[in-house]
């Protein structure tokens, strides 16, 4: 049974016992956890089948708590996982970049969860050890205890608790300024999309910071500028010349990726890029290309998270 299917399959099998009914209502939780520790919804989707074969066996009578005990085995496979993608990314070709996500309205509507998921966030957690991440994820997005988080990563709570303060305190370094507002966001996204398809160089400088970085991953399949792009005029530079060159056959759609607006890229009717954003006061400070195929299989359909 692959990750991709669990639902269904189990829904098809007739199985509904109780540690099924238990799995299939924290799913969409698991799935976030997974998610927020990974970058990729693929490699969660792993973790959940993963996690599923294990709470299988498990003998319900001797579990408390339903909930904490399935997050902490989806957090244990997830470390596990992210030990191993730490090794992969090392032979990436270009720049890595998370992988998006279609998200569904009621993502956006809880600020702290979309903030949590945006790519800007994404990217700082990547900067956090496996487990300086698991401890951020659980503690500062889903509020666990101290003595739950350590359940799940073998460590004690008071180790817990100094990892938390140095995670905290190393994001807090590197995070976006403050939460965007959804109108702050449509706002900034209209005003790209805009000066894109009009090709006005003037708006276009006018929405971008003066330190404006340009990253895109096209994974080795596709093109994509190899290394960062810094400052507005060169940015502006690179979004005109690449666009100009594809404006005959190129659609922009706005959509909600990873809890914030972001811009669909379609060439001849298909996904080829995802342009996500990140907005600080006002301005684009960062701006996402993803155009490796194998991370755009997630762009067709919306994504349920939970916290």
Request: net charge negative.
């Amino acid at each position: 049974m692959s990750a991709r299917s669990t639902n269904a399959d189990l829904a098809r099998d007739g199985r509904t016992d109780a540690a099924t009914e238990a799995f299939l209502a924290h799913r969409n939780l698991l799935f976030t956890v997974a998610y927020e520790m990974l970058s990729s919804a693929a490699d969660a989707e792993d973790v959940l089948q993963e996690t599923w074969l294990r709470w299988s066996g498990v003998d319900l009578e001797t579990v408390k708590d339903q909930r904490a005990y399935l997050v902490q085995i989806t957090t244990r496979q997830a470390l596990t996982r992210l030990r191993t993608l730490g090794r992969r990314k090392e032979s990436y070709i270009g720049t890595w970049l998370p992988e998006p996500l279609l998200t569904a309205p009621d993502v956006a509507a809880d600020v702290e969860l979309a903030d949590s998921i945006s790519m800007a966030m994404l990217l700082v957690l990547e900067t956090l050890t496996p487990t300086e991440r698991a401890v951020f994820v659980l503690r500062e997005v889903f509020d666990l205890a101290y003595d739950e988080i350590a359940e799940s990563v073998d460590k004690s709570a008071d180790a817990v608790r100094q990892i938390a303060h140095r995670a905290r305190t190393h994001v807090s370094a590197r995070r976006p300024r403050g939460v965007v507002s959804t109108t702050e966001a449509h706002a900034a996204l209209e005003a790209f999309q805009r000066a894109i398809n009009t090709g006005d160089m003037h708006d276009l400088l006018d929405i971008l910071a003066p330190d404006v970085v340009f990253l895109g991953d096209g994974g080795g399949i596709k093109q994509a500028v190899p290394r960062p792009v810094v400052g507005v005029e060169k940015v502006a530079r690179l979004l005109a010349a690449g666009l100009g060159r594809i404006a005959a056959t190129m659609s922009l759609q706005p959509a909600q990726v990873n809890g914030y607006p972001a811009l669909i890229l379609r060439l001849d009717g298909e996904i080829d890029t995802v342009i996500a954003m990140r907005i600080d006061d006002s301005l684009i400070t960062g701006l996402y290309a993803v155009r490796n195929p194998e991370k755009l299989s997630h762009m067709e359909r919306e994504i349920m998270l939970h916290r």
